[in-house]
């Protein structure tokens, strides 16, 4: 399954579920689209928000504080009535794990050095943010989505 590059704004089925605008909501990947109308249909999740959580993180490029709007909020009711929140980010694998060290240095691999370094920070913060609440810090690769 490919993250295709798809943008476009989503009305859910379900608005009353959704906390923020849910005239406003943006996706950004077929992956993100297809977790939408997941959490929008499962009578499961209780409510859901898309990029309105915001979580500061020191940024390991430029050691100054940033702002990350992890993809998804949710809370849902599991199997035995317990009411848990989970904060989720969407990724494609290839993100979540440190860039191969090549024997040659090039743009492609500096990027895929900094875009890894600068999701473990917001993801440490995140984790910790999410532990402070007693939430649930997940990220989604195209592994778990496929599962659903």
């Known amino acids: ?20 605008d849910p005239t406003k909501i943006i996706y950004r990947s ?11 249909g499962n009578p499961y999740v209780l409510e859901w928000s898309s990029e309105e959580l915001c979580i500061p993180y020191i940024s390991p490029i430029d ?6 709007y992890p993809d998804f909020k949710i809370k ?16 494609p694998k290839k993100q979540t794990i440190p860039p191969e060290k090549k024997s040659r240095i090039t743009k492609k691999y500096i990027h ?8 473990s920070a917001k993801w440490k913060y995140a984790k910790e943010y999410c532990e402070d609440r007693k939430w649930e810090f997940l990220v989604f690769t195209e592994k ?3 599962l659903i």
Do not use: C
Request: aromatic share 10%; hydrophobic share 30%.
């Open 112 to 119: 895929e050095v900094a875009t890894y370094g600068i999701n």
């Open 30 to 40: 077929s992956w993100e689209l297809m977790m939408m109308k997941y959490f929008d």
């Open 144 to 146: 778990e989505i496929g």
């Open 76 to 91: 849902m009711k599991d199997k035995n009535g317990t009411i848990r929140t989970k904060v989720i980010e969407i990724k």
């Open 63 to 68: 050691g100054r504080q940033h702002l990350y």
């Open 1 to 20: 399954m490919n993250m295709k590059t798809l943008k476009g704004r989503y009305t859910p089925k379900n608005p009353q579920k959704y906390k923020g």
